[in-house]
């Protein structure tokens, strides 16, 4: 969470968009003649409602990070993740035609994801084998990397131990930089519940924290 | 104040947000203090923590996996898209009438085998025409079948051999004096 507060008719609008992180937002700067990336992505929504699949491509790329790693969030591991992120846009492109741009697409998506991560947590699946960390940091040692891990570890089955909107409401609010309303409307819920789950999860997690020795 | 601040207004004050009196409270409040530290101490940990990620060559994989999975769905119609199998079956509807249509009685036990040529009814006494006209494309078609030139257009269409088995079945029932 980056301390970003509900700009108070932001999601108004009805394409609104959340921030992208940075390094999709630089893979989608605009052409200097070309549509913006906002103008691209409705024109590629537009395409699929005629059931043009190729341009649902173009969704996927922008938003498979984003969901990929909502979804790991939810399973904790690589494979489940993989598995969800694509039911996530099998299921948003078999939707699409219902689309009508009340909401940001990615709004849309997300609130898809969360759909299809709480059926799969509904479903418990056993979980697969976890990837190992893979941001090596050259500043740290082999014995710190791993107790970093560990601790990374810990505290994603920590959020997992979460009530549903509690977790849900951390997941998006501090890995997905949603505003409060963005988050509300994923939800279906109201901007104070947002704030409120954010808090008491908050306070949750750390007492979770507290009971695994952090 | 009296009691002490709510959830909502403990998320405002975590995001640096809050009314003074509220940050007042604050500051003489151990116990809103200490929940708001621990709420602070949970969000730094938890921001630290990310996915890991995944092999490069995984977000094309991911791409080709759901390109296969949407090419498997089934296409996907548009708003009129439905009239598509409804004229379709309206089609078979027309081209079963236009082959069976009226004729004589069969006997029993003899299976028919009328020509299709045979089966073409009267354009007055098409029912199944309404319906073709509704999906009819081409208005000419439609005006063709008003104006009585369906047979015409029919037998125009006609290739060799079936034309040949129209010729030879008229004979026939000329000679037999059906006509």
Known sequence: MTGKKDEEGKMDAPTSTPALPAVLAADEAPAETGPSPREAERAAIEACKRGEREAFDQLVVRYQREIYRLCYRYVNNHEDANDLAQEVFLRAWRAIGRFRGQSAFSTWLYRIGINACLNFRAARRPPAQELPETIPDPGVGAAERVERAEQARRLREAVGRLPEKQRATLILKIYHDLTHKEVAQVLGSTVGTVKANLFHGLGNLRKLMAEEGE | ?179
């Open chain 2, 1 to 179: 104040m009296a009691s002490h601040l709510s959830d909502r207004t403990m998320t405002d004050l975590l995001e640096g947000e809050g009314t003074p009196e509220q940050r007042a409270h604050l500051a003489s409040c151990a116990a809103c203090r200490s929940r708001l530290d621990n709420a602070r101490a949970a969000l730094e940990a938890a921001s630290k923590v990310d996915v890991p990620e995944p092999p490069g060559l995984y977000w094309e994989a991911l791409r080709r996996n759901v390109r296969r999975r949407i090419a498997e769905e089934p296409e996907r119609r548009t708003r009129w898209g439905w009239l598509a199998p409804l004229a379709a079956a309206a089609a078979v509807v027309v081209i079963v009438a236009l082959s069976v249509g009226e004729r004589p009685p069969t006997p029993a036990g003899v299976a028919p085998t009328l020509p299709a040529w045979s089966a073409l009814p009267p354009v007055e006494e098409d029912d199944n025409l309404a319906v073709v006209n509704g999906f009819a494309e081409e208005e000419a078609l439609v005006a063709d079948w008003e104006e009585g030139r369906g047979l015409a257009a029919f037998v125009a269409a006609l290739s060799d051999q079936e034309s040949e088995a129209l010729t030879m079945a008229l004979r026939v029932e000329q000679q037999e004096g059906e006509l």
